[in-house]
């Protein structure tokens, strides 16, 4: 009953910046976390940021303050903004909407070059 498309992927150099966006179509958005994972190949999907429905935020230890995630109610969106950006943050971004199942995007590709 409800959709999320990522957008805002792309390649970049180390140190810059992007911000990914997921539009959440259905409804119920304002009450539940939303969240970004990320999936680099070989690897298994990380956690990369969460914010609750009372705008609570954590993220993922490697994040050190380089990336926030933010939401807008009025248009049924989450955001991460992702700073200093580095090779190693190269992955699939995927926004999920936890509910009791998660609901998860299609992803987007973050590409960082040096």
């Known amino acids: 009953q409800e959709r999320l498309v990522e957008s805002g992927g792309g390649t970049v150099q180390t140190g810059g910046s992007l911000t990914l966006s997921c539009a959440v179509s259905?409804?119920?958005?304002?009450?539940?976390?939303m969240g970004w994972y990320r999936q680099a190949p070989g690897k298994q999907r990380e956690f990369v940021a969460r914010?609750?429905?009372?705008?609570?935020?954590s993220y993922g230890d490697f994040v050190k303050g380089r990336f926030t995630i933010s939401r807008d109610n009025n248009k049924n969106e989450v955001y991460l903004q992702m700073n200093n950006l580095q090779p190693e943050d190269t992955a699939v971004y995927y926004c999920a909407l936890l509910a009791y199942e998660t609901v998860w995007g299609q992803g987007t590709q973050v590409t960082v070059s040096s």
């Open positions: 914010i609750t429905n009372i705008f609570l935020t």
């Open positions: 259905g409804t119920g958005f304002s009450g539940v976390a």
